[in-house]
């Protein structure tokens, strides 16, 4: 069995992938823009919203208004500081959540053209090579079982690092808040 390529195919396959090509990156460039908008609104908000507790830190008469008002300052910032971060992690998850699901798209595709191939070439096989097909079929499929399998097992880790994150994160703000109370 031998499969021609036109040159048609071949420019239909080329302008397929420069559209999946200007797409990721399309995807990419948005979540780069959001990291942008992310840090100009922290940018901002280091400037201008602490502007009054600096003053009265600054101001302070005595040790004991200098203290409460270093104490005043550590919450919002400690919040803001985990605010930032969760925002970073929730924008990079995302674009990367869609960068993956285009590239499990093209892996399933890419799987059922395996698939379909290995197919063709069982029926088109020569007499006697039928158990050479079938390990070659058992082979893919168990490779195919160990990537689901490591994909999930990836997912399932994620997930869990990001619980953690989370218990941390909660954490460190109950830890701010203790603190700030007991100054």
Aim: glycine share 2%.
């Amino acid at each position: 069995m031998t499969a021609t390529l036109t040159v048609e195919q071949i420019l239909a396959a080329n302008k397929t992938a420069a559209a999946e090509a200007q797409a990721l990156a399309a995807t990419a460039f948005a979540g780069f823009e959001k990291l942008v908008a992310l840090n100009i609104a922290a940018t901002k908000s280091a400037l201008f919203d602490t502007t009054a507790d600096f003053t009265s830190a600054f101001s302070a008469k005595n040790p004991t208004d200098a203290l409460a008002a270093q104490a005043s300052l550590v919450k919002p910032l400690a919040e803001k500081t985990l605010a930032y971060g969760r925002s970073v992690y929730e924008i990079a998850s995302q674009t990367s959540a869609e960068l993956s699901a285009a590239a499990e798209g093209k892996f399933a595709e890419a799987q059922k053209t395996l698939s379909s191939n290995l197919d063709n070439m069982a029926k088109n096989a020569p007499a006697g090579t039928e158990s050479l097909v079938a390990v070659v079929k058992s082979a893919v499929a168990a490779s195919q079982n160990a990537l689901e399998s490591a994909k999930a097992s990836a997912k399932q880790a994620v997930a869990t690092a990001e619980k953690q994150a989370a218990a941390l994160a909660d954490n460190a703000l109950s830890a701010v808040k203790t603190t700030s109370k007991k100054k």
